[in-house]
């Protein structure tokens, strides 16, 4: 037994530790702006080893073992490609808490359970973002779900919210289920929970009917983590029913760590079975698409019409992998790279919107778009972040969202046959229909007289609530930086998968 | 005893337990139903382990974990259906479609 790597294992210790002062915090004091700040702390706290552990080589202090760190029997791998994942799991926690607490603030809600239970989803997701193995994986994407089903039904008293919970619970419940027992299948084919024994031993095996089955029920089961069509039943109407800030870490945080999870056993434990997942995921990829982008067209309701777009973004970001569907793919990073820097752009964009949907919402006390008309006329700055972000969804230079966009298309047809060309034309079509939805919120808030018997004034003298401003405001500077220098994406894109190269390709 | 009939055991489990969550109506039932899935999942697990004589015992540990799991998931769902069951009178899944579209 070697001496534990703490340094690598900071930020999960500090996540950890944040999670049991939050619960303390709350029972000794009645000002739950505390909890908030703890919470808050604690997060930022937990990104300071996250840049420590990515720029160790630079740093005197650092004693490194190369980029990779293994620990606990390589089940647990801190390299390029976590410390990028919790990195964006942290930040999106960040701007989730900032936008919470004024949200919290506005009703009655048990404010310091909220936080403990978001830390330690949040915890999930940094540790789904290390796990090198099944156990470990399945733990972890628990952690970060389970909290989720309780806090998507935290409106106790509204129906709404509890069919959210209800929803968001079964589902979830059924895809464990369906992932563990595709997971049992494959640990009987191979003897081994380990994504490097799995892959080693997968090319002998792949022939085997049961095999294919596993990875079908274990895709299947991710399937509903991502919200993948048509896994995504479930998907608009929790998002509409659970408090808004809780339906933006699900958007971001609940589906990145399946996400996660995702391209861990597809790329980690299955690379040589690229001929299995890649047509079914390559369906998924389209349908999640098309029926995303056009079910959202007809929404009305803002929460509704972005969990729907929330649903394409899943299918931009299942294409890459699709496109890998082809035999005899040796070089899958730039695949993988393409959904990791899409995923990283959307984190930012869609905090941002919900952010300032959240902002709208909570002062018009309604999601309608009717209600949304006018908006220009009493708050032109928040009206133009919400157009900046939505134009940053829809993909429009110079914001974020075109690189997201392009770093996919590149990849796709980079793959260079009609698996990666296909795919490439149904995210092209999608991202012209996507466009009609977006611009509906625009037009409607920018341009739309305001409706009858809405007191102006009133809406007017109304503030924004500094935290959820302040965060929206980081996330308009990450939608601009990264937009105009999409260089810092694909850095971080190609960042993670120069694990990669030290696997031996 | 072969291998082979502690697997039919689990995919005969497993299949009645995803029948259960598709036909049940009460939630209650259909917590139940996912139970009988992770129990199915389980019995594959330490089935596949003894099989193998596994060194390091991971399909039992993945299975030590998967109970654990599977009490945390029964709290909750049983919290959910209590707050349903307090608001509406009634556990019944197919009565809630407020929203749609």
Redesign the interface.
């Known amino acids: 037994m070697t001496n534990l790597d703490y340094h690598a294992l900071l930020p999960e210790i500090i996540l950890a530790a944040t999670v049991m002062v939050t619960l303390v915090v709350d029972l000794i004091t009645r000002r739950k702006q505390l909890v908030a700040v703890t919470a808050i702390i604690g997060m930022f706290a937990a990104f300071v080893p996250v840049t420590t552990l990515a720029f160790c080589d630079s740093l005197s202090f650092c004693t490194s073992s190369g980029a990779e760190r293994v620990l606990f029997d390589g089940t647990y791998v801190v390299d390029s490609y976590s410390l990028v994942l919790k990195g964006v799991f942290i930040f999106a926690a960040f701007i989730v808490l900032l936008v919470s607490v004024g949200y919290l603030g506005s009703d009655r809600y048990y404010e310091g359970e909220y936080y403990f239970l978001l830390i330690a989803s949040t915890l999930g997701a940094v540790a789904m973002a290390s796990s090198r193995d099944f156990l470990t994986m399945i733990v972890a994407l628990e952690l970060v779900t389970a909290p989720a089903f309780l806090l998507s039904g935290w409106r106790k008293g509204d129906s709404k919210s509890n069919e959210a919970a209800l929803k968001f619970f079964i589902t979830g419940v059924l895809a464990l289920a369906l992932t563990l027992f595709g997971v049992s299948m494959l640990y009987g084919l191979t003897g081994s929970l380990l994504f490097a024994d799995v892959a080693a031993a997968a090319p002998g095996i792949s022939h085997i009917p049961l095999f294919i089955l596993a990875v079908i029920f274990i895709i299947l089961g991710f399937g509903f983590k991502v919200s993948a069509v048509p896994f995504h039943f479930w998907t608009p109407d929790t998002y509409e029913g659970a408090p808004t800030p809780v339906t933006a870490w699900l958007s971001v945080g609940s589906k990145g760590a399946g996400f996660v999870g995702l391209l861990s056993v597809v790329y980690l434990a299955l690379p040589s079975e690229s001929a299995i997942w890649g047509p079914l995921l390559w369906i998924v990829a389209a349908l999640s698409m098309i029926v995303g982008n056009v079910v959202a067209i007809q929404q009305t309701n803002v929460i509704r019409m972005l969990g729907y777009s929330s649903i394409g973004h899943a299918g931009f970001m299942l294409a890459p992998f699709g496109a890998a569907a082809a035999s005899g793919m040796t070089d899958l990073s730039p695949l993988f790279g393409a959904t990791v820097t899409y995923f990283i752009i959307y984190a930012v964009m869609n905090l941002g919107a919900f952010g300032v949907a959240i902002i709208i919402g909570s002062r018009v006390g309604s999601y309608e778009l009717d209600d949304w008309r006018g908006w220009r006329r009493y708050a032109p700055g928040v009206t133009l972040m919400l157009a900046m972000f939505f134009m940053s969804l829809a993909g429009i230079p110079p914001l974020a969202g075109w690189f997201a966009k392009f770093a996919m298309f590149s990849a796709t047809i980079g793959v260079g046959n009609w698996w990666g060309y296909s795919i490439a034309i149904v995210a092209a079509v999608n991202a012209v229909i996507a466009f009609v939805y977006y611009a509906k919120v625009i037009r409607a808030t920018m341009f739309d007289p305001v409706p009858d018997g809405v007191d102006v004034a009133e809406l007017e003298a109304k503030t924004v609530p500094g935290t959820a401003g302040l965060a929206v405001g980081i996330a308009a500077f990450g939608v601009i930086v990264l937009g105009v220098f999409p260089g810092i994406a694909a850095e971080l894109g190609s960042f993670s998968t120069s694990m990669f190269a030290a696997l031996g390709g | 005893m072969t291998i082979s009939q502690f697997?039919l055991l689990?995919s005969a489990l497993?299949s009645m337990?995803?029948y259960g969550?598709i036909t049940r109506r009460n939630?209650v039932l259909?917590?139940a139903s996912?139970e009988l899935?992770?129990a199915?999942?389980n019995i594959?697990?330490v089935?596949?382990d003894s099989?193998?004589q596994?060194q390091?015992k991971?399909?039992q540990?993945?299975s030590l974990?998967?109970i654990a799991?599977a009490a945390?998931?029964v709290a909750?769902?049983i919290?959910?259906?209590l707050?349903?069951y307090r608001?509406?009178q009634s556990a019944d899944?197919d009565e809630?479609?407020?929203?749609k579209?």
Do not use: K, Q, T
């Open positions: 697997l689990g497993f337990g995803l969550v939630a259909v917590l996912v899935m992770l199915a999942v594959n697990l089935a596949f099989y193998f596994d390091l991971s399909g540990m993945l974990f998967v799991l945390a998931e909750i769902g919290a959910i259906v707050m349903i608001n509406r899944v809630l479609s407020e929203m579209g």
